[in-house]
C-alpha cells in the first residue's frame, strides 16, 4: 500500500513541475513578446479573431491601424485563411482528433515617423499532415502619402547590385530583412548612403549626423563658375530618354525633363530613370493643349494629373510647370500660382530642323551663363545632337544643372512662383 502511494505521490509531483514548467516557458514567451513588440511595434496590431470548429482550429490576428494599411495586410490574411478552410472542409471524413490548424502574427516596425514594415507569419497545419508550413509575407508603407512602397521608391538605380536577389523585403529602422520564403540576409541602410532619396530614409536611419545628412544631399553645385539648365519636353521616350541620359552621367549632368502625363502613365520605368538620376522632372500637362485656350478647372486638371501620375511613381510631386508652346496669360498664371512658369531663351528649334547639323550649332554659337536650353527628348533626331551639346558645354566648362538649381544658385527665391525665361533676368 505505502509503494503504491509513494508512486502516486511520485507522478503527482511529476506532473506538478511539468505543469510549473510549461508555464513558466509560456510565461517568459509572453513576455519576450511583450517587449519585443514594446521596442519594435508601433502600430495596434493585436485584433484576434479565434474560431474553434471540429475540424479546424483558426487563430488569426487582424492590423489595426491605418485603413490604408489594414485593407491590404486583411484582406491578404483573410484569403490565406479562407482558402485554408475551404480546403478543410473538402475533407468529408476526419480520424478522430484529426482537425487543422491555422494561425498567424503580425509585427510591425516604425522606420521613421512615415515607414512603416509588416511582417505576417502563418502558420498552418493540414489536416492530412503532422507537419506546420509556414508563410511569410511583408509590406511596407509610407503612411504620409498613404500608399505601399518597394525599394524603387527608397532608392536610386544601382542599389540592385549592394542588395540582391530577394523575394521579400522587410524595412525595419536601421536595415532591412530580405527574404526567400524564409529569412535570407540583412542589409544596412548606411550600405546603402550613396543611392537613398531624400526625405525617405532619415539620418536616424543611415546612422549619421544631420549634418552629415545634409551633406549627403547637399547640392554640388558652384554657384562662382558658369552654367546652364539644359530641359527636355514632351517626353519622356522609351528608346531617346535613356540615350540621353546615359550622356547626362557620363559628363556628370544633370537636365530638367518637362513631361506629358500621358508618357509618364505609358513609360513608367523611364520616368523612375530620370528621377533616380538625380534630374529634375517638371509639368508639361497631360496632352499639350494650349491653356490659355482651356477653362480654369481644365488647366487645373491638366497639371494635377500630370503631377499624380508622377508622384505615383517617383514619390515626388514638381513645383515647376512649362506651358505648351510657352503660352499664358494671367489667368494661367493665377491658376497654376503654386507653381513657377518656366520658358526658356535659348531655342534649339530641334523639332523643326531636325537636323544636329543646324541646331548644335544654334545652341553652342548663342550660349552664356545662366541660359535656359530648350530641346525635345521625344525626337530620335534630337539624341546625338543632344549628346554633342552636353559633351561640347561640359568641355568648354559649363555646369549642367536642373533648372531648380539655376534659378537658386542665380540669388532668385525659389518659395516664390514667378516666370522664369533664363537666371539672368
Request: net charge negative.
Amino acid at each position: 500500500m505505502k509503494k503504491i502511494l509513494y508512486i502516486f505521490i511520485t507522478i503527482i509531483i511529476i506532473a506538478l513541475i511539468f505543469v510549473a514548467s510549461k508555464l513558466f516557458i509560456e510565461n517568459n514567451c509572453k513576455l519576450e513578446v511583450k517587449q519585443t513588440m514594446r521596442e519594435s511595434c508601433s502600430l495596434q496590431v493585436t485584433q484576434k479573431e479565434i474560431e474553434d470548429k471540429d475540424n479546424y482550429y483558426s487563430e488569426i490576428e487582424k492590423l489595426n491601424s491605418q485603413t490604408f494599411m489594414d485593407e491590404q495586410v486583411n484582406t491578404y490574411i483573410a484569403s490565406i485563411r479562407s482558402d485554408f478552410i475551404e480546403e478543410t472542409k473538402s475533407y468529408n471524413k476526419l480520424k478522430k482528433g484529426e482537425r487543422a490548424v491555422i494561425t498567424d502574427t503580425i509585427d510591425s516596425y516604425e522606420v521613421n515617423d512615415n515607414l512603416y514594415g509588416i511582417r505576417i507569419t502563418i502558420n498552418m497545419k493540414k489536416v492530412n499532415s503532422d507537419e506546420y508550413t509556414t508563410i511569410i509575407k511583408t509590406y511596407n508603407f509610407d503612411s504620409t502619402n498613404q500608399k505601399e512602397i518597394n525599394l524603387n521608391d527608397l532608392f536610386k538605380s544601382g542599389y540592385e547590385e549592394i542588395v540582391g536577389k530577394y523575394d521579400q523585403v522587410l524595412l525595419k529602422e536601421k536595415a532591412m530583412y530580405l527574404y526567400d520564403g524564409e529569412y535570407l540576409n540583412e542589409v544596412k541602410y548606411n550600405d546603402l548612403k550613396e543611392y537613398v532619396i531624400k526625405d525617405m530614409l532619415l539620418s536616424q536611419n543611415l546612422d549619421i549626423t544631420q549634418e552629415e545628412y545634409d551633406e549627403l544631399f547637399a547640392s554640388k553645385v558652384d554657384p562662382n563658375k558658369k552654367m546652364v539648365a539644359i530641359t527636355f519636353d514632351d517626353g519622356p521616350n522609351p528608346n531617346n530618354t535613356p540615350q540621353i541620359l546615359e550622356a547626362l552621367k557620363q559628363n556628370n549632368a544633370k537636365a530638367t525633363f518637362f513631361m506629358l502625363g500621358q508618357n509618364v502613365k505609358q513609360y513608367p520605368e523611364t520616368v523612375k530613370s530620370v528621377y533616380d538620376l538625380g534630374n529634375e522632372i517638371g509639368i508639361h500637362t497631360w496632352d499639350h493643349p494650349q491653356l490659355t485656350k482651356l477653362s480654369v478647372e481644365n488647366i487645373k486638371k491638366q497639371v494635377s494629373d500630370t503631377s499624380d501620375a508622377i508622384f505615383e511613381i517617383t514619390g515626388y510631386r514638381p513645383t515647376i510647370v512649362r506651358p505648351p508652346y510657352g503660352s499664358f496669360n494671367d489667368t494661367v498664371k493665377s491658376t497654376l500660382s503654386d507653381y513657377s512658369l518656366i520658358l526658356w531663351n535659348i531655342d534649339s528649334l530641334d523639332w523643326k530642323s531636325r537636323d544636329e547639323n543646324k541646331f548644335v550649332p544654334l545652341v553652342m554659337n548663342d550660349v552664356q551663363d545662366g541660359d535656359i536650353i530648350l530641346l525635345h527628348d521625344i525626337h530620335s533626331t534630337t539624341v546625338p545632337g543632344a549628346q554633342k551639346i552636353i559633351t561640347q558645354l561640359t568641355e568648354q566648362g559649363y555646369q549642367l544643372v536642373t533648372v531648380s538649381e539655376l534659378i537658386e544658385a542665380k540669388g532668385y527665391d525659389t518659395s516664390k512662383a514667378q516666370v522664369f525665361y533664363s537666371g539672368r533676368q
